[in-house]
T-cell receptor, first 114, second 112 residues
Framework: NAGVTQTPKFQVLKTGQSMTLQCAQD?????MSWYRQDPGMGLRLIHY???????DQGEVPNGYNVSRSTTEDFPLRLLSAAPSQTSVYFC?????????????FGEGSWLTVV | AQSVTQLDSQVPVFEEAPVELRCNYS??????LFWYVQYPNQGLQLLLK????STLVKGINGFEAEFNKSQTSFHLRKPSVHISDTAEYFC??????????WGAGTKLIIKP
């Protein structure tokens, strides 16, 4: 049972480039989400999904796209990278959005945009 | 808007000393309360959570937290810290709209 797997772990992008952060979970969780973590700001929700085919915006969605074609996968796409998107990104999953169930996090992806 | 305040950005403490990491939230109707820990260069993992029942919650690694509804607080405590407790600790609250709100984190620094 691998839990939540994120790739890549480290990435350097040039301004204007696009890329996709991959996220997969093997726990059959319906709820998946992407956060960014910046110093002194905690976690901020980018996008989330309550099930395959359903996605919605979080607190800071601008510049990012997501899709959820399967229960397992929830990729995050940066359309045209900007230095302000330099951050650590975490994918997370839980059985559902509503209960007090534990949220499981990936190991993180460190992204630098130059 | 709902908010979660972790009152200290860093807490230095000597090894084997007790520690308290403070967390206050603004919601008058909290649903669930969580503490997560993030070790260096890793993802977050659950330390403990309060869903209902006893206001004193025990978690992993000897940590415990107390839910205080009147003071809207959920402070995290450990009676004796070890060097391995060096990490960043995040408080989170799920409110009545099931929105999960995160604090900014507290770095626990253990001094030998």
């Amino acid at each position: 049972n691998a839990g939540v797997t994120q790739t890549p772990k480290f990435q350097v992008l040039k301004t204007g480039q696009s890329m996709t952060l991959q996220c997969a979970q093997d726990m059959n969780h319906e709820y998946m989400s992407w956060y960014r973590q910046d110093p002194g700001m905690g976690l901020r929700l980018i996008h989330y999904s309550v099930g395959a085919g359903i996605t919605d915006q979080g607190e800071v969605p601008n510049g990012y796209n997501v899709s959820r074609s399967t229960t397992e996968d929830f990729p995050l796409r940066l359309l045209s990278a900007a230095p302000s998107q330099t951050s650590v990104y975490f994918c997370a999953s839980s059985p559902d959005r509503f209960s007090g169930n534990t949220i499981y996090f990936g190991e993180g992806s460190w992204l630098t945009v130059v | 808007a709902q908010s979660v305040t972790q009152l200290d950005s860093q807490v230095p403490v000597f090894e084997e000393a007790p520690v308290e990491l403070r967390c206050n939230y603004s919601s008058s109707v909290s649903v669930y309360l969580f503490w997560y820990v993030q070790y260096p260069n890793q993802g977050l993992q659950l330390l403990l959570k309060y869903l209902s029942g006893s206001t004193l919650v025990k978690g992993i690694n000897g940590f415990e937290a107390e839910f205080n509804k009147s003071q809207t607080s959920f402070h995290l405590r450990k009676p004796s810290v070890h060097i391995s407790d060096t990490a960043e600790y995040f408080c989170a609250v799920k409110d009545s709209n099931y929105q999960l709100i995160w604090g900014a984190g507290t770095k626990l620094i253990i001094k030998p």
